[in-house]
């Protein structure tokens, strides 16, 4: 069943764009088949399609049923004059466009290839109601809208409840100024504070961190999107989070750790086997199958890993604790990229900037 089939949330069913595997210099939209999947505001599982907009081997956007049913809050919310922060996947972009009271879309984007990627791959200047649509390219904290605007939506950074989230979004609608706002992941900010403040869940406390961020969230007479935030904290997308210690700062061993974790070291452990801490699974072996060529310029060294998993025991995407006899223990990324008869495949990428002497 896919989460489309099983959509019982309060707001409307999200249409996703139809694609095609295409390369545009270092962008590319790929396509990946079965692969292990949650939601975000409900509590979906399975296997599905999923297409990734990447830039190298760096993962931006997905169509991940978590980052797909995450959006929605923010695509109900859109109304007449919409600006929207990054193209990414297309899929908030396609949704806006096709709403009745939504009379305009800015979208800013830095990439042109990224815009290029979307309408050779996805057709977007035929989507319905395309002619809405002004493109800006330009970065998002230097835009400034030419008319007022009633709804902010930001989706630029690669990974779901980043550091900077906050301090952006205000510099951002600092500029912007608009009526009501929202930002992908949003949620688990919201999560965050409340513990760190010890408040319960509920509108008064939403309200409340809304007014201390001095920005006009969505949301904040709507009961449906508190109780859908309640389902947000029990998602394997705030599991993850709460494990990866660059976006939650619950550790810093694992930042540190993968100074040691090199192309050169994981070279030597092919064919050997990494334990993977699962919050639901447990420990969970993992093969290390191959080791991508290492591909370096004067500021980046880029290579990626492929891991066997078992069929019994998958998950989605996410940044889980592994630990190696050999090489300790560090956090990494992983995607699931397919599935085979001997278990599903799942890639970390790494594309680390070389500190200048």
């Known amino acids: 069943m896919s989460i489309f089939d099983a959509w019982k ?20 939209l790929k396509k990946f088949s079965l692969i292990p999947q949650r939601g975000y505001f409900q509590d979906w599982a399975g296997e599905g399609e999923m297409w990734v907009l990447l830039e190298g081997e760096k993962s931006w956007m997905s169509t991940a049923w978590y980052e797909v049913d995450s959006q929605a809050p923010h695509v109900a919310a859109g109304r007449g004059h919409v600006v929207v922060m990054g193209a990414g996947m297309g899929v908030a972009l396609f949704n806006l466009l096709a709403r009745p009271d939504v009379q305009r879309v800015t979208l800013v984007e830095r ?24 493109v800006v390219l330009g970065e998002a904290l230097e835009f400034s809208p030419d008319e007022p605007v009633d709804f902010l939506y930001v989706d630029i950074w690669p990974t779901i409840g980043e550091k900077q989230n906050i301090e952006e979004m205000r510099a951002i609608q600092g500029r912007v100024k608009a009526a009501g706002v929202g930002w992908w992941g949003q949620e688990i900010h919201f999560l965050e504070w409340l513990k760190a403040y010890e408040k319960p869940l509920s509108p008064d406390s939403y309200r409340a961190w809304a007014a201390e961020l001095g920005l006009p969230l969505i949301g904040q007479e709507d009961p449906a999107y508190i109780a859908s935030v309640a389902q947000v904290e029990h998602s394997q997308c705030y599991q993850n989070f709460l494990a990866d210690p660059l976006r939650s700062g619950k550790r810093s061993w694992g930042e540190s750790m993968l100074d040691t974790w090199t192309h050169a070291a994981f070279s030597k452990q092919v064919g050997t086997t990494y334990t993977l801490e699962h919050p639901e699974w447990g420990k969970v072996p993992l093969d290390l199958v191959s080791v991508s060529d290492l591909r370096e310029t004067p500021r980046q060294r880029m290579y990626s890993l492929l891991f066997r ?16 006899d050999a090489m300790g223990r560090a956090i990494l990324f992983l995607v699931p990229v397919g599935r085979e008869a001997d278990g599903f495949r799942y890639e970390a990428v790494f594309n680390q900037l070389v500190h200048q002497a």
Do not use: C
């Open 9 to 28: 949330l309060p707001w409307p069913v999200l249409q996703i764009p139809e694609y095609r595997e295409l390369t545009l210099g270092n962008w590319r």
């Open 111 to 134: 990439e042109q290839l990224v815009l290029d990627l979307l309408d050779q791959a996805a057709g977007m200047s035929a989507w319905p109601g395309h002619e809405k649509l002004h």
């Open 309 to 324: 998993g078992s069929l019994e025991m998958p998950f989605p995407q996410g940044s889980f604790l592994l630990e190696h």
